[in-house]
């Protein structure tokens, strides 16, 4: 038996589970639980991937230094501030790992990403949740949960799974009440959905104690490269590149990264696509009596009327080879994140959710 037992926190974290890919004995499966980009990365990364694959035999960049120049390039940041990890989830944990430890807390909103209060377990810090309000992130509540403790706040904006979004004003409003000793995290995701929205970089250049962190895995279309980002303050990147592993990031992964900040005209055809398929969406699923709030990601969460009804709609689409995410874990039976796909996508799931309530009202 082994006698050595893991720290206290890692035994409190249930295993990730991530958007069901197949369905068994069925080969035409639409899966729409991920949020990935439904047409995929740009021409250029692909060539730009299978290029780099011949030098994989290479150590990769420890510096990363031209795709952070590229990501300040194109956002008007300090290069030296931008710091690049495996997925903007590799820089929300290392912030854990610097700026929290046993004892301490990490706060972030009802409905927020399940990896947050994951991170507050893998160092040994309390997860505290923060109420809601209709699915907002509610900054009186958040305020009212920061404690002499609390070393971090975790916020998506705009969020997953609500799709909703907090406007500027809303969040200066928390970063002017924010312990000095506290960092806020802004996690944009789902940022270049919104155009002209800077994912609150304007906030790290404001405030020392302000992160914002970046991926390329949803209108890169780069999920499976496993790429992200963060800006911050100089001595909070500091702090984080003394943690980071020295080649955290892949030649491969690199590449398809620095391809696809120098193709905004596709992320642009992304974006477009997304928001007028976005819009059909909403307004289909409004037209089956199927609530949903504006969305500013690349996915609705439909709100049916309970939760068995949501049941039996999740598992209609199933046996109709479609592929959503219940949100059961985020605290809404009720509700049901449908990735926006492209035109013919959504017109197979808005068929398929008429006929199941259909059938489901017989």
């Not at 199927?290 to 689409?317: H, P």
């Not at 605290?331 to 796909?341: N, Q, Y």
């Amino acid at each position: 038996m082994l006698l050595l037992k893991p720290n206290s926190g890692v035994m409190k974290i249930s295993p990730y589970l991530g958007g069901q890919s197949h369905i068994d004995g069925l080969s035409d499966v639409l899966k729409l639980s991920s949020n990935e980009n439904p047409v995929g990365p740009s021409p250029q990364v692909v060539n730009a991937i299978a290029s780099a694959a011949s030098k994989v035999h290479r150590y990769p960049s420890r510096n990363h230094t031209t795709l952070r120049e590229r990501i300040a390039e194109l956002h008007g940041l300090n290069p030296d501030q931008v710091i690049i990890g495996v997925g903007s989830d590799e820089i929300l944990t290392l912030l854990a790992l610097a700026y929290a430890d046993s004892g301490t807390e990490v706060v972030y909103p009802e409905h927020g990403f399940l990896l947050y209060p994951t991170i507050a377990h893998i160092v040994g810090a309390y997860p505290i949740e923060a109420k809601e309000t209709e699915r907002c992130v509610d900054i009186s509540s958040i305020l009212d949960s920061i404690t002499p403790k609390t070393r971090l706040v975790y916020i998506a904006n705009p969020a997953n799974p609500s799709s909703t979004m907090l406007e500027e004003d809303v969040i200066a409003q928390l970063c002017d009440s924010l312990p000095t000793n506290c960092l806020l995290v802004l996690d944009g995701a789902y940022a270049e959905f919104v155009e002209g929205f800077d994912g609150g970089a304007g906030f790290v250049r404001k405030y020392e104690n302000v992160v914002m962190t970046r991926t390329f895995s949803k209108i890169y279309g780069l999920g499976g490269l496993r790429v992200g980002w963060g800006y911050a303050s100089a001595s909070v990147i500091d702090v984080l590149n003394r943690i980071r592993g020295p080649f955290n990031m892949s030649n491969i992964a690199l590449a398809g990264a620095e391809a696809a900040i120098l193709d905004q005209v596709y992320v642009k055809k992304c974006r477009d696509i997304n928001s007028q398929q976005r819009m059909r969406l909403c307004d289909g699923f409004r037209q089956l009596g199927i609530k949903c709030d504006k969305s500013y990601t690349n996915f609705v969460l439909a709100r049916f009327n309970n939760k068995k009804t949501a049941d039996f709609v999740n598992n209609f689409l199933k046996s109709q080879g479609i592929i959503v995410r219940d949100v059961k874990a985020y605290k809404m039976p009720e509700a049901l994140r449908i990735t926006v796909g492209t035109p013919d996508d959504n017109d197979r799931v808005l068929n398929s959710v008429k006929l199941a309530l259909e059938t489901t009202c017989q």
